[in-house]
């Protein structure tokens, strides 16, 4: 059997359209698959242990560093590098520092802020100035349970009427109190001598938990042994200015 002529001109592939041709091999076709990059995909692959390894140990170490450096949760404390002593000793074997009442009294002044104002001189007839009044310059016993419970109506200061609310801060502890009273006695014009945490101690352990003070209420306080305004009782709504001159020059 002869096979028939093919018309035309016939030509062989060179060797470059040879390469390039479809291949049929199947191993060969796999390869090229395989050389492709998946499309990443949810699997239920565990991690690595090494990584758990170092999770808990970062956690262990964060739970000791809190507990040897927490000063003791209180925001007023800031050791700064201090805290990392070149003995290693741990911060609760130190002894502790003593805190100056006025810097710890302008903090919490922070508070106050809104009502007597930076610069103490209050709110013209809504708050009364606390810079120069009387009844900072008085008792401070006095001043002690008005801020331990607030005060309430009407009151007069340098000679003005204010009538509002006061709200009490007894949720502030003992040493915070002194401090702001201390602060408040001795800045801007103000020379009046500090107030002790044991002051404050005292009228909270005599007052309790109470409403906000009136003014009849104070007029009507007696309070023993009250050598400094010379006097058990409060007979006025407030010393008057002479009271107060005298006050300044002891």
């Known amino acids: 059997m002869t096979v028939p002529e093919q018309s035309g ?7 470059y359209e040879q390469e390039n041709r479809e291949s049929t091999d199947v191993p060969e076709l796999h390869r090229a698959v395989l050389r492709e990059q998946f499309e990443p995909s949810e699997g239920e692959q565990r991690a690595p242990l090494l990584l758990l390894l170092g999770i808990i140990a970062m956690a262990m170490f964060g739970g000791w560093y809190l507990s040897a450096y927490d000063g003791g949760f209180d925001p007023h404390i800031y ?31 922070n508070n106050c802020l809104s009502c007597h104002q930076p610069n103490g001189e209050g709110v013209p007839g809504k708050y009364p100035p606390l810079n120069q009044s009387e009844w900072v310059a008085g ?16 009151i ?50 005599e007052i309790g938990t109470r409403e906000a003070w009136t003014l009849e209420e104070l007029k009507s306080l007696e309070l023993p042994d009250n050598a400094k305004n010379g006097s058990n009782h409060i007979e006025s709504e407030a010393p008057s200015k002479q009271d107060q001159k005298r006050e300044l020059k002891k």
């Open 139 to 154: 008792d401070d016993r006095i001043l002690a349970r008005i801020l331990l419970s607030g005060l309430s109506g009407p």
């Open 156 to 205: 007069t200061v340098k000679d003005k009427r204010f009538n509002g609310q006061m709200p009490g801060w007894g949720q502030l502890s003992d040493r915070d109190l002194a401090a702001v009273l201390t602060y408040v006695r001795a800045s801007w014009e103000n020379e009046f001598p500090a107030v002790s945490e044991s002051t404050i101690t005292e009228a909270r352990s």
């Open 9 to 15: 001109n016939v030509h062989s592939l060179d060797p």
């Open 79 to 109: 050791d700064g590098p201090n805290a990392f002593t070149s003995t290693g000793r741990e911060t609760d074997k130190q002894a502790p520092k003593a805190i100056d009442p006025m810097l710890l009294g302008k903090r919490i002044y």
